[in-house]
Nanobody, 123 residues
Framework: QVQLVESGGGLVQAGGSLRLSCAAS????????VGWFRQAPGKEREFVAA????????YYSDSVEGRFTISRDNAKNTVYLQLNSLKFEDTAVYYC????????????????WGQGTQVTVSS
């Protein structure tokens, strides 16, 4: 089992940037595919981005591609999500999730989830 903790959320103006972090503990982090999801009030949880175990592959939803960047530093047991050119519509709780199946299935399912970090974009 792996424990995930998100951080880096906050209030930002439209057009601004944030960097979210997903810190992992409990298992060898490089064995996990990691994804980011978000959920806005009254909306279904939606996939945002995913990264393969060594970071060689990434996948983004159409709504964020070109604006968000996922990366990882396995030596630090951390996955990052850089959010640029933020829009009001990006406001949501952002969750990271880990998949230990060994398969590249960026949209899930995922085995472990963090508790989320709030991103609020003002406009």
């Amino acid at each position: 089992q792996v424990q995930l903790v998100e951080s880096g959320g906050g209030l930002v103006q439209a057009g601004g940037s944030l960097r979210l972090s997903c810190a992992a503990s409990g298992r060898i982090f490089s064995n996990y595919v990691v994804g980011w999801f978000r959920q806005a009030p009254g909306k279904e949880r939606e996939f945002v981005a995913a990264i393969s175990r060594q970071g060689s592959r990434t996948y983004y939803s159409d709504s964020v591609e070109g604006r968000f960047t996922i990366s990882r530093d396995n030596a630090k047991n951390t996955v990052y999500l850089q959010l640029n050119s933020l829009k009001f519509e990006d406001t949501a709780v952002y969750y990271c999730a880990a998949d230990n199946s060994g398969s590249w299935r960026p949209q899930g399912p995922y085995d472990y989830w963090g508790q989320g970090t709030q991103v609020t974009v003002s406009s």
